[in-house]
């Protein structure tokens, strides 16, 4: 089946830097990616939608400018949270869309101190 | 009123018991709808994809959409330790648009 994977799987950082989450898909080429979060007992809240070549669709209430998305290449996505807070503390899920089928990768955890 | 809506649980079965999750639904342009099995800290994992009205079933799991009533359902037959897991459920209008709108997730421990 389809496999995404995601690194690091888990960061901890300090206030006021920024992260790198890379989102791969391992054995697809995907030109539309998902990236989610995730609060702790929530469900997953889709953040923005990463079109290989062009730039990403934010959802309501996302701060683009703080949430940089960047889909290179047809198997990469990554996700740079800029300056984190830590309210940016989350489960952070990307997903790649496969035949009709989302696929998700494992998450990365994201504390910041 | 939120799309989606999904009792969180917890629920605890004994081994061997059936299993019914269910999640109610406001939009009615949702037509495809989707179970995903979360372990804990972990991505979702899709289960059970279905297509409008209907029932599937894939071993031990058979999945139920009633659009009428805007209610999915997902059953596990004879369940395991291993089914222990919170399941969402997620939906979208599809035709192009494959933004999924998923509910919260039931936590399902299934007891030895």
């Known amino acids: 089946g389809a496999v995404v994977s995601q690194h690091p799987s888990w960061v901890i950082c300090k206030s006021g830097t920024s992260v790198k989450i890379e989102c791969r898909s391992l054995?697809?080429?995907?030109?539309?990616m998902f990236w989610y979060r995730q609060f702790p007992k929530q469900s997953l809240m889709l953040m923005a939608t990463?079109?290989?070549?062009?730039?990403?669709?934010?959802e309501q209430g996302v701060e683009k400018d703080k949430f940089l998305i960047n889909h290179a290449s047809l198997t990469l996505s990554t996700l740079t949270v800029t300056s984190a807070h830590p309210e940016d503390s989350s489960f952070y899920i990307c997903?790649?869309?496969?035949?009709?089928?989302?696929?998700f990768g494992p998450g990365t955890r994201l504390t910041v101190l | 009123q939120k799309e989606v809506e999904q009792d969180p649980g917890p629920l605890s079965v004994p081994e061997g018991a059936i299993v019914s999750l269910n999640c109610t639904y406001s939009n009615s342009a949702f037509q495809y709808f989707m179970w995903y099995r979360q372990y804990s800290r972990k991505g979702p994992e899709l289960l059970m994809y279905t297509y409008s009205s209907g029932n599937k079933e894939d071993g031990r799991f058979t999945a139920q959409v009633d659009k009428s009533s805007k209610y999915i359902s997902l059953f596990i037959r004879d369940s395991q330790p291993s089914d222990s897991a919170t399941y969402l459920c997620a939906m979208s209008p599809g035709a192009g648009s494959y933004q999924l709108t998923f509910g919260k997730g039931t936590k399902l421990s299934v007891i030895p």
């Open positions: 054995d697809f080429q995907a030109t539309t």
């Open positions: 990463s079109n290989e070549g062009s730039k990403a669709t934010y």
């Open positions: 997903s790649a869309r496969e035949q009709g089928n989302q696929y």
